[in-house]
């Protein structure tokens, strides 16, 4: 991929990058509308059980894994550019698929369009985060890889704080089919914002083989499908840990953790950068884990809270530090492919565990969903220590 010339000063690298995260900020404020309430219209409304809410959320992530290869290889061939114009379109359409869902009177019928829905929405965030990271790529080299990751995720995760309580807001005042109408209307906007942003030729002369690429960045993928569980938890079951304890506002747990994600990132997103991804990735998936067993062991709302915090400003820097590790493994033809992979790792941790923390959540309680998941982030440490190793040979 043809590469333009930045220079390199943090403040021309954010300068370079603000009109994408821009768009990134209001496409994943469309998607962040519906993580504190989905669960709750499925289980209140609908009347499913947990384990379906496993499954609603947890289709998301397996179209977003489904999607990432194919995002990744559009950004090498098609251009970056192109590929967040196709997500930000196929954003605008999950928005008439939850109205669709909402026409069904039959229950069982429209949480399964609600699933074709939330698979549309896994693979159009899918598309847009991929295509987003690969445009910041190419205009401010691979060498800023840890800023684009946590700049474009700060992006992503402040959509997601200031989205919980508008969703809640939403939902309380027009129900599901409010949420339904911002998602068809509110990526126009971001389409908007990233039109005029000059787009990166790629470069069709050389190609990534991608099963090569893959092999390159599975020991970083693998760390990061572990430390997302974490995040999994949190978007599944945050809100439905909170409203089991009668713990209010149930957004609380999102705003806070997303708010110290976002803190982490920027005061100390140049730290894989400067110091390596896996040293700052093996400390803070200690803090990760600790915020994840506070939540599940928590009996009252403010330490429920704290330890949604420690969980965010935990893996805001667990998935740049291994994405650092995933870039520089990866050959500069086949960075869209690298990328769709490292992401995809996360996507299949998401929809595998969604599911099956919900069969747990049935049988033990929602705290319980909170511990195991703290358990699987802490294997991590010896991926990130084997990295660490690796980059000091």
């Known amino acids: 991929m043809t590469e333009l010339t930045i220079p390199s000063p943090r403040h021309t690298v954010l300068m370079a990058l603000l009109p994408i995260m821009a768009a990134v900020l209001v496409a ?8 504190p309430v989905l669960p709750l219209h499925v289980h209140d409304t609908l009347g499913f059980g947990a384990f379906v809410v496993g499954l609603v959320t947890g289709s998301q992530f397996a179209a977003s894994l489904l999607s990432r290869f ?11 550019k192109f590929t967040v114009l196709v997500g930000l379109g196929a954003t605008c359409a999950v928005g008439l698929v939850y109205a669709l869902s909402l026409a069904i009177s039959d229950s069982d019928l429209s949480v399964a369009v609600l699933i074709g829905g939330r698979a549309l929405l896994g693979a159009a965030e899918s598309i847009v985060i991929t295509g987003a990271t690969v445009w910041g790529l190419a205009r401010v080299g691979g060498e800023h890889a840890g800023k684009v990751i946590a700049w474009m995720g700060t992006a992503m995760f402040a959509a997601f704080a200031i989205s919980a309580p ?7 005042r027009a129900g599901f089919v409010g949420i339904a109408a911002v998602t068809v209307f509110a990526p126009v906007l971001a389409l908007l914002l990233v039109m005029p942003v000059r787009g990166v030729v790629p470069n069709r002369q050389s190609r990534a083989n991608t099963f090569a690429t893959i092999g390159k960045i599975w020991v970083p993928g693998l760390g990061a499908a572990l430390s997302s569980i974490g995040f999994g938890a949190i978007l599944s079951f ?6 089991s304890h009668g713990w209010m506002p149930v957004w609380l747990a999102f705003s806070s953790y997303a708010v110290a994600l976002i803190t982490a990132r920027l005061l100390f997103g140049h730290l894989p950068d400067r110091i390596g991804g896996a040293r700052v990735a093996l400390a ?3 803090i990760e884990a600790v915020g994840l067993a506070l939540m599940g062991l928590s009996s009252s709302v403010i330490p429920a809270a704290v330890g949604a915090a420690l969980t965010g400003f935990g893996y805001a820097l667990v998935f740049p530090g291994l994405g650092v590790e995933a870039v520089r493994r990866a050959p500069p033809e086949g960075r869209g492919v690298a990328m769709g992979a490292y992401t995809a790792c996360l996507d299949l941790a998401l929809g595998v565990s969604g599911p099956i923390l919900g069969l747990l959540a049935g049988h033990a309680g929602f705290g319980a969903v909170f511990i195991v998941s703290a358990i699987a982030v802490l294997c991590v440490v010896p991926i990130a220590l084997r990295l660490d190793q690796a980059d000091r040979k």
């Not at 508008?166 to 309380?172: C, L």
């Not at 945050?238 to 409203?243: E, G, K, M, Y």
């Open 166 to 172: 508008i969703g809640v807001a939403i939902y309380d």
């Open 238 to 243: 945050a809100s439905l840990l909170f409203a």
């Open 284 to 286: 803070c998936v200690i």
């Open 70 to 80: 194919w995002s990744g290889r559009t950004c090498d061939t098609h251009g970056a």
């Open 28 to 35: 994943f404020l469309v998607i962040g509308l519906g993580l």
